[in-house]
């Protein structure tokens, strides 16, 4: 490892960096944006209106366009206004003066991307989106702009300065369009009365979807997978299905798969302690919970985690309304399911 990057116990240094610059520099950078998103509440006006009326009456799907670090700010706003309850996706405005202009279509609506508002690939493609009749939202730093003029909407994200001590690299500005495409995507969710529930259903994989959308049915075991007992076996035969479904429990059920009670590890260990009950010969109803813990299968996974975890339990036992037993399931379960 180079001797300049091993850990110290001392302040960092190298040859070449002066520390105080540095800092300075970053500050500057900071406060530059914070100021450049700061005024962009002012521009949240007549026009900002307009754009969210024609995405929230668009028939099709929001198409997000831009070049260089717009573009990379656009796949970020289409991604956001698809998560958010706003269809939408990323046309490259390259690729779409060579076919990909088909993928948009008269239903749609186009969001446009461009700080100077003069960029010659977008400005290719926008007279054949106006052509068609589609309409389009332009979104640039320069409202005299081409891009403004053949807009249908114009929405200013223009700043003070870049942070670029040239004012040359895209900085302030990429951020502003960046927090302007959250603004229109936050208030178009709030005008859709999009949901937590709606937002799950869009990331089904992500901590908040399992959390939202598991139910108890999609992790329980069923069927043969389930620990029973007959109200007639004793503690012997409870230990061995115990033992062979591997749940840490076995449910007591009558003739018709009714619940009667359940016994667990826990059961066992004091079982164990007493001298004088014989395993092989003592009934499991006589020592088994009769007021386990229950849930109903179509409650959410997330439910069954919070249980446990009020009772300090490890599993439950699952029942439909007329108390027939219809699954089981244990913290290791939504361990692999992701819920905890």
Partial sequence: MNALLK????????????????????????????GGIAQLASHVDESFFRACALMLDCRGRVVVTGMGKSGH??????????????????V??????????GMITDKDVVLALSNSGETDELLTILPLIRRQGIPLIGMSGNSKSTLA??????VDVSVPAEACPLNLAPTTSTTAALVMGDALAIALLEARGFTADDFARSHPAGSLGRRLLLR??????????????????????????????GLGMTAVIDAEH????????????????????????????????TRPKIILADK???????????FKIHALLVVDDAGVLRGALNIHDLLRARVV
């Fill in 258 to 289: 009714h619940l009667l009670g359940v016994f667990t590890d826990g059961d066992l260990r004091r079982t164990l302690d007493d001298d004088q009950i014989d395993l092989r010969t003592t009934g499991v109803r006589s020592l088994m919970n």
């Fill in 73 to 90: 700010i656009g796949c970020k706003i289409a991604a956001t206004l698809a998560s958010t309850g706003t269809p939408a996706f990323f």
């Fill in 149 to 154: 003029r053949l807009a249908d909407v114009h």
């Fill in 300 to 310: 959410l996974a997330v439910e069954a985690a919070r249980m446990m975890e009020d």
């Fill in 216 to 245: 108890i049915s999609d992790v329980m075991h069923v069927g043969a997978q389930i620990p029973t007992v007959a109200e007639s076996a004793s503690l012997s035969d409870a230990l061995v299905e115990m033992t062979r479904k």
């Fill in 92 to 101: 490259h405005p390259g690729e779409a003066s060579h076919g990909d202009l």
């Fill in 7 to 34: 850990p110290t116990t001392g302040s960092f240094s190298h040859p070449r960096l002066n520390s105080e610059k540095l800092a300075a520099s970053a500050r500057q950078v900071i406060e530059i944006q914070a």
